[in-house]
């Protein structure tokens, strides 16, 4: 894997303990006040999750799929219950700042063809140089880098503070960083 930093741990404390704060950071890196953030895929495991991210002056949005996953979504009201196809309907080309894919590439979003209309979707959505990182799991799915889900749309690179991939040892999880092109 090129350009990778190996992270000791597990998935919940490099999310929260790094990946989370990093993200706090990102109003400094970007240069706003304001970020609008999405966060695609929302589980009992991170049901803790979508009310640490960003700043309180950002705006943060949730997105899963299933309607049960609601209540791991954020608590003001800034949950929708849709797929990454209908994301549009909720809001205008360019909207997002920052947007996490984590824990959906291989959970739900499989096939290549799939995975790759899901980043079509995402980049409609994204501000140019918006930033993204895609959670993923080695045994549920090939390497986004490998398969090129993202090729002509998205640069695989360093997120502000964090590496292009950190990858948890005590897991198969990876996180990927990305902006777009």
């Not at 949950?79 to 996490?100: E, N, P, Q, R, W």
């Amino acid at each position: 894997m090129v350009g990778f930093s190996v992270r000791q741990g597990n998935v919940r404390q490099t999310m929260k303990r790094t990946i989370l704060m990093a993200i706090k950071n990102q109003n400094r890196f970007l240069g706003k006040s304001d970020l609008k953030i999405l966060v695609i895929g929302t589980e009992a495991c991170s049901k803790f999750d979508a009310d640490q991210i960003g700043n309180k002056e950002d705006e943060v949005w949730t997105l899963d799929l299933k309607e049960r996953n609601h209540v791991y979504g954020l608590r003001n009201g800034r949950h929708i219950t849709a797929s990454t196809a209908d994301i549009d309907k909720y809001f205008k080309k360019g909207y997002f700042d920052i947007v996490l894919l984590n824990g959906v590439i291989g959970w739900g979003i499989n096939s290549r063809s799939e995975q790759e209309e899901a980043i079509k979707d995402i980049h409609y959505l994204s501000k140019e140089n918006a930033l993204l990182m895609i959670g993923w799991n080695t045994h549920k799915t090939i390497d986004p880098l490998v398969s090129s889900i993202t090729s002509g749309l998205y640069t695989h690179q360093d997120f502000p503070g964090l590496p292009k991939r950190m990858v948890v040892t005590e897991s198969t999880h990876v996180f990927d960083f990305f902006a777009k092109t």
